[in-house]
């Protein structure tokens, strides 16, 4: 009974490097949400996507920040040129429907530190 | 922008005394959810409250959902070393009949009870 599966669970960047963090969602769920934390924060929320579709990207800065969720595999939350202040975590929660109410599952997070 | 206010961010007690965790907003939310989080891991759902005024027990956690939806409290009755952690609360947007699922997250409350 796996439940959201996030990885790398670390990851290790350069200034100017990409980095790509993936989510499978849990069995059966279609829909993913990708969240940022900084130390001893609340999340906050960066994107909603079902799959092959981006519902929200409100959250999401609009520059070097992109996701993804194909029809097949994991969806990708993908940085470009990473800076200093790209380093948090960052959550993915899936839910198997977006009607209101539905709980949200969350992964265990990447931690993303920018050298 | 919907703004949850979480209080307080730091509780420090002893083993056996109450507390309560209290979540604000001037917005309305179709549903309030309590996470709890534990170092290196994802927040755990512990509660959905939806209906203005609805009080949920879990064993000695008690979640209350103001009569606007705009508010709600996490009482713990004689916490437990185990309770320690931090405790999110989440409102879901959608006061206006539509809802997608997207949180929007309280700052936290790092709870710490002492043996």
């Known amino acids: 009974n796996a439940g959201v599966m996030q990885n790398p669970r670390h990851l290790v960047r350069r200034r100017g490097q990409e980095a790509r963090l993936r989510c499978s969602p849990m069995?059966?769920?279609?829909?993913v949400y990708w969240y940022r934390q900084l130390p001893e924060e609340g999340l906050k929320f960066m994107v909603y996507?079902?799959?092959?579709?981006?519902?929200?990207e409100s959250g999401m800065p609009k520059e070097r920040f992109s996701a993804e969720f194909p029809k097949e595999g994991p969806s990708i939350l993908r940085i470009q040129q990473v800076v200093r202040g790209d380093s948090a975590a960052y959550f993915c929660?899936?839910?198997?429907?977006?009607?209101?109410?539905?709980?949200?599952?969350f992964g265990d997070g990447t931690r993303l530190s920018i050298l | 922008t919907q703004l949850l206010e979480q209080s307080p961010q730091f509780l420090s007690i002893q083993e056996g005394e109450n507390l309560t965790v209290y979540c604000n907003s001037s917005?309305?939310?179709?549903?309030l959810q309590w996470y709890r989080q534990e170092p290196g891991e994802g927040p755990v759902l512990l509660v959905t409250?939806?209906?203005?005024?609805e009080v949920k027990k879990l064993k000695r956690l008690t979640f209350q959902f103001g009569d606007a939806r705009k508010d709600s409290s996490l009482h713990i009755t004689a916490a437990q070393p185990g309770d320690t952690g931090l405790y999110l609360c989440?409102?879901?947007?959608?006061?206006?009949?539509?809802?997608?699922?997207?949180?929007?997250f309280g700052q936290g409350t790092i709870l710490t009870v002492h043996p």
């Open positions: 929660a899936s839910s198997p429907s977006a009607g209101p109410n539905q709980p949200q599952h």
């Open positions: 069995k059966g769920h279609s829909h």
């Open positions: 989440a409102g879901e947007s959608g006061a206006g009949g539509t809802s997608y699922g997207k949180l929007t």
């Open positions: 996507l079902q799959k092959e579709n981006i519902i929200d």
């Open positions: 917005s309305v939310f179709s549903s």
């Open positions: 409250v939806v209906t203005g005024g």
